[in-house]
């Protein structure tokens, strides 16, 4: 609390035209404003909320009776999406092998035109029975983490319950950096 220090400290002095106030000292006790202060910012702490993670929805595969047929996946719906360097994503249908490696490997980006990997997501998952669609991504070790999280994003975006990430082969990774030199030139 406020308190007025009223005690000694001059009088009135005689004499000819002096005139002296007399002179207060105040004090300012600031022990219920700190009180005050430590109780607002206990009352926010306890009454603010704390920022929920984000997660992406992770779709389990169900458990079947023999453990070798848990993984398999039709070869009509198997759908892999190789990400290169510099935002390169390229796909194939199928098992890719010698004989459709020129017709079946193809190249997109992360776009949703006509060239883009969305289009050619959707494209797929239209002419494929729901329960045979199974994308599979294999990132390459020239790939950046984002160009994962985008592809990760659009299997969100096109409601593909079923993908796994793999890893690359040696053949793939030959066939990206061959791709990608012949687009270079």
């Given at each position: 609390?406020?308190?007025?220090?009223?005690?000694?400290?001059?009088?009135?002095?005689?004499?000819?035209?002096?005139?002296?106030?007399?002179?207060l000292?105040?004090?300012?006790?600031?022990?219920?404003?700190?009180?005050l202060g430590?109780?607002?910012?206990?009352?926010?702490i306890f009454t603010t909320t704390m920022s929920q993670p984000t997660a992406l929805n992770l779709y389990l595969p169900k458990d079947t009776d023999?453990?070798?047929?848990?993984?398999?996946?039709?070869e009509s719906g198997a759908?892999?999406?190789?990400?290169?360097?510099?935002?390169?994503?390229?796909?194939y249908e199928g098992i890719l092998d010698n004989s459709n490696a020129s017709t079946n490997f193809k190249s997109a980006n992360f776009g949703s035109g006509e060239d883009g990997i969305r289009t050619a997501i959707l494209k797929k998952k239209s002419t494929t029975n729901p329960e045979d669609f199974v994308v599979v991504i294999k990132p390459s070790d020239d790939c950046e983490y984002k160009n994962v999280v985008d592809i990760l994003d659009e299997m969100a975006i096109n409601v593909v319950k079923r993908y796994a990430l793999v890893d690359i082969s040696d053949v793939e990774v030959q066939l990206i950096k061959a791709t990608e030199a012949s687009a270079v030139k």
């Open positions: 609390m406020a308190e007025m220090d009223t005690s000694g400290g001059g009088g009135h002095k005689k004499g000819p035209g002096v005139k002296k106030a007399k002179k000292s105040t004090r300012v006790d600031l022990t219920p404003m700190v009180d430590f109780l607002l910012i206990t009352f926010f023999k453990p070798e047929e848990q993984n398999k996946a039709k759908f892999t999406i190789l990400l290169g360097k510099d935002n390169h994503v390229f796909y």
